[in-house]
């Protein structure tokens, strides 16, 4: 599988035109305020991307940042410019090609930007451990369109794990499928290449999280995918794709459910381009300077990550009211029991 997405990246495709799907390149999921920032990168390492999504949270100044599968290095100079002079970005990538023209364009980005804080290493994303990179380093992980591509999927979020720091975060753009893909699509070259055949069905997923302990995932925004090359579309047959981003937060006190504790949250409107509101998720927009109810998962969320200095907390975890309405769990038992008498014993 390595061997194929080396060819298709670093060969068979010269420029986002040669795709054969809708899975990369969406960039009305571009928005208003990053389109300045892609501007003033090299027209050949834009060229050359094929990333899907959005990998820019918010909050990112002076953060220390990973790129995984950075291929020409399109959103890791976009990273640069949102981490700043006291901030980082290191992109990893396995295929030359696209490292070589990301490489070949760092000077003429540390000009334009006044500053250079960019790397990148070769290697595989699947084997972070063995890339010289400190454990408990990094703020922020993102991914755009890459976790699908690997063939080890365990392996790749062990190593963000691994290397996220205490309240970190991945946040990342991929590929899922409406259910498990069949042998014969994850073996096509083509619909591997074009991140459809190494898709995951979306609740295996999030078993592989909760696996390598990241408790919650969230989805942040999702949309369907298009098979746009009539010749592909009789190989997928039933599947449906989607290309879906999430959060993953290195929390080791999240709980497996929504608990609600009484808590709340108030929004401050004090992060750069969220004046009036801060979405968290895709069932989370707080409403600046609005009481916010949350589940304990939530609250941590906000409290113990770089988001805690922008909102102000209510309440505790000494009192517990069971499951938080609303968070897709519900009590599994069909009524409280009214006649004690009539209820048989265990």
Request: hydrophobic fraction near 40%; include cysteine.
């Amino acid at each position: 599988m390595h061997d194929i997405v080396q060819n298709y990246y670093g060969r068979q495709l010269q420029h986002s035109g040669d795709l054969k799907t809708s899975a990369c390149c969406d960039i009305s999921q571009v928005p208003e305020w990053l389109k300045p920032l892609l501007s003033r990168i090299h027209p050949e390492v834009l060229s050359r991307y094929y990333g899907c999504g959005l990998v820019c949270p918010p909050l990112l100044e002076g953060c220390r940042v990973l790129d995984l599968g950075c291929g020409s290095g399109r959103d890791v100079y976009a990273l640069a410019q949102l981490v700043g002079p006291t901030g980082e970005v290191v992109g990893v990538d396995m295929t030359d090609e696209q490292l070589a023209i990301a490489e070949k364009h760092r000077a003429f980005h540390a000009e334009a930007f006044g500053y250079g804080n960019v790397r990148f290493v070769q290697g595989y994303i699947e084997r972070l451990d063995e890339l010289g990179l400190e454990a408990g380093s990094f703020d922020v992980i993102v991914s755009n369109c890459v976790v699908n591509l690997s063939p080890d999927k365990d392996a790749v979020l062990r190593g963000v794990q691994q290397l996220l720091k205490p309240g970190g975060e991945f946040f990342f753009s991929d590929v899922y499928a409406d259910r498990r893909v069949p042998a014969a699509v994850r073996n096509d070259p083509v619909l591997y290449g074009e991140c459809l055949g190494g898709a995951l069905y979306w609740n295996d997923f999030l078993r592989l999280s909760h696996r390598q302990g990241f408790i919650d995932p969230r989805l942040v925004t999702d949309r369907p995918l298009a098979i746009t090359d009539p010749a592909l579309q009789p190989r997928v047959g039933m599947l449906r794709f989607y290309s879906a981003t999430y959060r993953l937060f290195k929390l080791d006190t999240l709980e497996t459910a929504c608990e609600d504790h009484g808590q709340a949250v108030v929004y401050r409107g004090s992060i750069p381009d969220c004046p009036d509101q801060f979405v968290l998720d895709k069932h989370h927009s707080i409403e600046t300077g609005r009481v916010f109810p949350v589940c304990g998962n939530t609250w941590r969320m906000l409290h113990e990550t770089r988001f805690a200095a922008h909102f102000d907390f209510v309440g505790d975890f000494s009192r517990h009211f069971g499951l938080f309405a609303g968070c897709g769990s519900t009590l599994p038992f069909d009524g409280a029991a009214t006649d004690a008498a009539a209820a048989p014993c265990c």
